[in-house]
Structure formats: C-alpha cells, structure tokens
Nanobody, 125 residues
Framework: QVQLVESGGGLVQAGGSLRLSCAVS????????MGWFRQAPGKEREFVAA????????YIADFVKGRFTISRDSAKNTLYLQINSLKPEDTAVYYC??????????????????WGQGTQVTVSS
C-alpha cells in the first residue's frame, strides 16, 4: 500500500502564495506518476498537475499554468505544489494521488490508484 499525506493548506488572501506538500510512504513503484487534483464545493474533482517521479517531467493543466508549479524531492519522498497569485476560485480541497506509470500511460490514464486525505485551501477576496 501507498500512503499519501498532504499538508500546507490554509486560509490566504487573494494574491498570496502557498506550498502544498504530500509525503509519500509505504510501497513505492519502480516508475510512477504523482499528481495534484482539486475539488471545489459543488464541483467535480479536476486535475491540476502531475510529475513522473523518475524523470521529473511535469504536466500542468492549462488553467493554472504560470501560477502553479509541481515538483518533487526524491530524497524526502515528498511531492510539492507551489501556488502563486492565488485567486478566490482556487478555493478547494487539494488532493495528491499516485499510480504506476506503465507503457502506454498518459498523464491521466489510467486513473490514479492512491489518494491522500486532502488539504483545504481557502482564498479570501
């Protein structure tokens, strides 16, 4: 099993910044991807960003490109999401997720297998 624990959320004013962290423990894959998703009240969960752990290559959703940065620290087994220029519409629960990366995989397919409990980000206007 893989355990994912997010932290770093909170209440911040519009224009501010946050760095979310996701600590990874348990079984790890030989080649895997980790992603950040978010879910706002009354809305479906949406993909934000992902990274391939081994290579470090990243993919950022267009609607947050330029403001969000995903990174990982392999030595610490930790995934990060740097969020700058926060907007009220960024208010959501942010989740990290993990899955194996096999031949034929894309950033979103197959679905992610392991999920953290989420961390709340609230942006005030």
């Amino acid at each position: 099993q893989v355990q994912l624990v997010e932290s770093g959320g909170g209440l911040v004013q519009a224009g501010g910044s946050l760095r979310l962290s996701c600590a990874v423990s348990g079984r790890t894959f030989s080649n895997y991807a980790m992603g950040w998703f978010r879910q706002a009240p009354g809305k479906e969960r949406e993909f934000v960003a992902a990274v391939r752990w081994r290579s470090g290559s990243t993919y950022i959703a267009d609607f947050v490109k330029g403001r969000f940065t995903i990174s990982r620290d392999s030595a610490k087994n930790t995934l990060y999401l740097q969020i700058n220029s926060l907007k009220p519409e960024d208010t959501a629960v942010y989740y990290c997720a993990a899955r194996d990366w096999k031949s034929g995989s894309t950033w979103l397919v197959p679905p992610y297998d392991y999920w953290g409990q989420g961390t709340q980000v609230t942006v005030s206007s």
